[in-house]
């Protein structure tokens, strides 16, 4: 997005952030365009980052209305759509990073929270999370409400070894 809203882990010692995120036209062509999309006419997101451990913690909720192309009709039509963030972050080689084993795999526990982000350096990007979400929460396979799949099959319906079964039955 444009100009990039970064914050750096040190700047929460003042406190948590509270973000109000609404990306200017040229910024939402620009994501519009990566996420494969007809159009991003309206994005918001509204996001709570919080220290957590030596890292920080993202909460919030964003959402928007794209346009994209109906699988069936090949028309463009436009949607609504929302998602939650609910992230945490740590620097790279932070103690609170799961454990590795010998084999350099790490266990995860199903019932456990989801382990930290590594974040590069210290600075946070808060358009490339926004993105992130955002492109994991567009349908991958579009449809409009009232697309309907209606095929017929055309008026040569001959099968390819009809040819073949009619040589068959020629034989001596």
């Known amino acids: 997005m444009t100009g ?3 914050f750096r882990l040190g700047d929460l010692a ?3 952030l509270s973000l109000h995120l609404v ?4 910024a939402r062509a620009g994501l519009a365009g990566r996420l494969g999309l007809e159009g991003l006419p309206k994005l918001v997101a ?4 919080r220290p957590w451990l030596d890292g920080c913690e993202i909460k919030g909720r964003f959402q928007g209305e794209v346009i994209q192309v109906c699988g069936l009709s090949l028309e463009a039509f436009s949607q609504p759509i929302a998602g939650d963030i609910d992230l945490r972050l740590v620097p790279e080689g932070s103690p609170n990073l799961p454990a590795e084993t010998g084999d350099g ?3 995860i526990s199903l019932e456990s929270p989801d382990p930290p982000d590594v ?5 946070v990007d808060v358009d490339a999370i926004l993105e992130e ?3 994991l929460a567009i349908d991958p ?4 409400s009232d697309a309907v799949f209606d095929w017929t099959a055309g008026p040569d319906t001959t099968s390819p070894f009809a040819a073949l079964d009619a040589l068959k039955d020629r034989r001596p």
């Open 4 to 6: 990039s809203m970064q």
């Open 14 to 16: 003042a406190g948590p």
């Open 23 to 26: 990306p200017d036209e040229a």
């Open 46 to 49: 509204h996001l709570e980052v």
């Open 105 to 107: 795999e790490v266990e």
């Open 119 to 123: 974040l590069e350096g210290d600075a």
């Open 133 to 135: 979400h955002l492109a």
């Open 141 to 144: 396979f579009p449809r409009r």
